[in-house]
Nanobody
């Protein structure tokens, strides 16, 4: 069974940076993607970014392109979301999630399992 634990959220001023971490384990296949989606109160869930485990192809939402970077450290079973130039509209709960069976990432991922989330608040 896949197990996911996110960390790294917090309060940051506009223009600041945060790095979210996601430790995931329990995969039975090499083919999957890990990503992040976010949800703010009263708003729909929004895909942020995801990365393929097999070829490291990536997807980014237009709203975060050029500001966020997703990466992975296979040796540590850890995935990261580096968030720079944060804006108040980035405020949300961020969830690390899996898209099992995904080989190549070319569009937003379709998640089947996610963690409990970590809160990111961007405010002065």
């Amino acid at each position: 069974q896949v197990h996911i634990v996110e960390s790294g959220g917090g309060l940051v001023q506009p223009g600041g940076s945060l790095r979210l971490s996601c430790v995931a384990s329990g995969f039975t296949s090499h083919y999957y993607a890990i990503g992040w989606f976010r949800q703010a109160p009263g708003k729909e869930r929004e895909e942020v970014s995801c990365i393929s485990n097999s070829d490291s192809s990536t997807y980014y939402a237009d709203s975060v392109k050029g500001r966020f970077t997703i990466s992975k450290d296979n040796a540590k079973n850890t995935w990261y979301l580096q968030m720079n130039s944060l804006k108040p509209e980035d405020t949300a709960t961020y969830y690390c999630a899996t898209d099992r069976g995904r080989v190549v990432v070319t569009t937003a991922c379709e998640y089947d399992h996610w963690g409990q989330g970590t809160q990111v608040t961007v405010s002065s």
